[in-house]
């Protein structure tokens, strides 16, 4: 086959390159391998910066957070081999989070890919269960497959869709020439129809409009929706209180008098006696990929959301399916009632919530929700926030006050750990007009740390808290309750603040709120990625186990 170089428009390289570009892709993360150098110079040549993270896992997590800040897809790259299988988290990672990532691993050459064997892995078998589609990308119909993947990553749910690329494909010439084609790439498409499939007898609405007690849960495909003002609006008209789900943070403005806190983070208990108390849930888009409880309330479910309810997590006997905010709109259209719920009712759960997290606190300590709160008031509008996991995420999740949508990248379907560092990262790189700000665990930071070195070469002066309690502790307590000792979950304390100075950041040591104040200060300005070491008393987590 002939060989064009590797910027030519007609190669498979350029018509990749090209096609990402038009999505709206401009930055690549991945890590090299002589199987993929060729992409890399056609993105280069495109416009599109190839950014090099330390691991293949971690540069997934960067392309998952990416296209969670910007809504644009996320590209991942990796080369063959030790380099595929070591994105395989991190495309699990975007599939079980419902974040949609194009992962692109290189090959040997076609002529050998079927009986040699060195670093040679079948990718289609291994990404299969973790990626929506695995794919190889041949010249021959490269402008198809392209689009399939990218369709398919975007298309309802959203996830991850892995890309097979042989090391001779890229500069072969791909026989479509044409202009580059995008289908609709809109997370969800923006259509007004409402398709209602009564499974059950009757009129879908009779049950919330009987309601005297409803709920809203809304989840990550009303984020995807867009959903937030209409939300606002049922929520405000009908007085539905909303509760949010993790991932979905945002989607409605967590100081309005309807808002009730957000499922299975701390206070959980609390948030749960409010939905085992409704006389209806209104699940509006919520994935129950999130729920880290069993869904054990007995509650009637009305269905709304994207897909049906295959999940059957929850009963539904009606399921109103399509896009999430068109859909609220039309319950709201519709709307004769009086409101259910008072402000002031709502007002009582949130204190009840509230005391709920604060339970355990100790006067005097640098408690994890004294880490949250001083982080969030430090934090100017338009901050955007990443966690990692652990119990400091469980207390992140409540207690930082998320107000608008796509500010917070919690990972909560795999919920791997090593996603906080990485993901803030790329929140800088592809939105540098916000600052940005990640909470993680010690455990988990130890596990990408060395990312920042990227930070700081790069000049993303994200800020990093580290919750540095000695601890995996989100294990360790389970031990402690099953009365355990705790092995292999305690660390020896880390020097964050050499750490920081060996890869050109900042460090700073605190034990109280003061002093975190003192290092928070004015981080939006900073120039340089910011590492604290905040050394925090874990027992109030124990309150929230
Ligand atoms: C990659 C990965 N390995 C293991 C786990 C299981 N796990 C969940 S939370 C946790 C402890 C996290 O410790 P740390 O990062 O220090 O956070 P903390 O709980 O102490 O706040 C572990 C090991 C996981 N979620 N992801
Ligand atoms: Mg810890």
């Known amino acids: 086959m002939a060989q064009l170089p590797a910027s030519a428009p007609q190669s498979t390289a350029a018509r990749l390159a090209g096609y990402l570009h038009a999505a709206g892709v401009r930055h690549v993360f991945g890590y090299p391998g002589e199987s993929v150098i060729d992409f890399m110079e056609a993105a280069r040549h495109r416009g599109i910066e190839v950014v090099s993270a330390v691991r293949e896992g971690t540069a997934a997590f960067m392309a998952e957070a990416a296209a969670m800040a910007t809504g644009v897809p996320g590209v991942c790259l990796s080369t063959l081999g030790p380099g595929s299988t070591a994105v395989l988290n991190g495309v699990a990672s975007a599939t079980l989070d419902r974040v949609p990532v194009l992962a692109v691993s290189g090959q040997i050459e076609s002529s050998r890919e079927q009986f040699f064997t060195h670093q040679v892995v079948d990718h289609d078998r291994m990404f299969a269960p973790v990626a929506k589609l695995a794919l190889r990308l041949d010249p021959a119909s490269a402008d198809t497959v392209i689009r399939?993947?990218?369709?398919?990553?975007?298309?309802?749910?959203?996830?991850?869709?892995?890309?097979?690329?042989t090391a001779d494909a890229w500069l072969a010439a791909a026989a479509d020439g044409a202009p580059v084609r995008l289908p609709p790439l809109a997370a969800a498409a923006g259509s007004v129809d409402v398709h209602v499939s009564a499974g059950g007898d009757g009129d879908p609405l009779a049950g919330l409009r009987a309601a005297r007690r409803p709920v809203i849960l809304a989840g990550i495909a009303a984020l995807r929706c867009a959903a937030g003002p209409e939300l606002v609006r049922l929520a405000e008209l009908a007085g539905i209180p909303v509760v949010v789900s993790p991932m979905a943070k945002g989607v409605f403005p967590e100081d309005h008098p309807y808002f009730a806190g957000v499922l299975d983070m701390a206070g959980h208990r609390v948030v749960w006696d409010l939905l085992a108390g409704a006389d209806l849930i209104l699940a509006a888009g919520?994935?129950?990929?999130?729920?880290?409880?069993?869904?054990?309330?007995?509650?009637?479910?009305?269905?709304?959301?994207?897909?049906?309810?295959?999940?059957?997590?929850?009963?539904?006997?009606?399921?109103?399916?399509?896009?999430?905010?068109?859909?609220?709109?039309?319950?709201?259209?519709?709307?004769?009632?009086?409101?259910?719920?008072?402000?002031?009712?709502?007002?009582?759960?949130?204190?009840?919530?509230?005391?709920?997290?604060?339970?355990?606190?100790?006067?005097?300590?640098?408690?994890?929700?004294?880490?949250?709160?001083?982080?969030?008031?430090?934090?100017?509008?338009?901050?955007?926030?990443?966690?990692?996991?652990g119990s400091h995420k469980i207390m992140a999740g409540q207690v930082w006050q998320a107000l608008a949508p796509r500010s917070v990248l919690i990972p909560n379907g795999l919920s791997a750990m090593g996603f906080g560092?990485?993901?803030?990262?790329?929140?800088?790189?592809?939105?540098?007009?916000?600052?940005?700000?990640?909470?993680?665990?010690?455990?988990?930071?130890?596990?990408?740390?060395?990312e920042l070195r990227i930070a700081s070469a790069l000049g993303a002066p994200v800020t990093v808290v580290v919750f540095a309690d000695g601890s995996l502790n989100r294990i360790e307590l389970r031990q402690q309750l099953m009365g355990y000792p705790p092995t292999a979950t305690r660390m020896a304390g880390m020097d964050l603040v050499a750490l920081a100075g060996a890869m050109d950041c900042d460090g700073v040591r605190v034990d109280s709120v003061p002093g975190l104040e003192k290092a928070l200060a004015g981080f939006a300005a900073r120039t340089r990625p910011l590492i604290v070491e905040a050394r925090v008393d874990p027992s109030q987590y124990e309150a929230q186990f």
């Open 148 to 165: 399939k993947a990218l369709r398919t990553a975007v298309a309802e749910r959203p996830g991850a869709v892995h890309l097979t690329v």
């Open 286 to 389: 919520f994935d129950p990929v999130e729920l880290i409880s069993p869904w054990k309330v007995a509650t009637p479910v009305l269905h709304l959301d994207t897909t049906p309810n295959t999940d059957q997590v929850y009963a539904s006997a009606h399921e109103l399916v399509g896009h999430v905010a068109a859909l609220l709109g039309w319950i709201t259209a519709q709307w004769r009632g009086e409101p259910r719920w008072g402000e002031p009712e709502v007002a009582r759960h949130r204190a009840r919530l509230r005391a709920a997290w604060l339970a355990g606190r100790a006067e005097g300590r640098l408690n994890p929700s004294d880490v949250v709160a001083t982080a969030r008031e430090a934090a100017p509008p338009g901050t955007i926030v990443t966690t990692d996991v």
């Open 421 to 450: 560092v990485p993901a803030a990262i790329a929140a800088r790189l592809t939105r540098p007009d916000r600052p940005v700000i990640a909470l993680v665990g010690d455990g988990g930071f130890a596990m990408a740390a060395t």
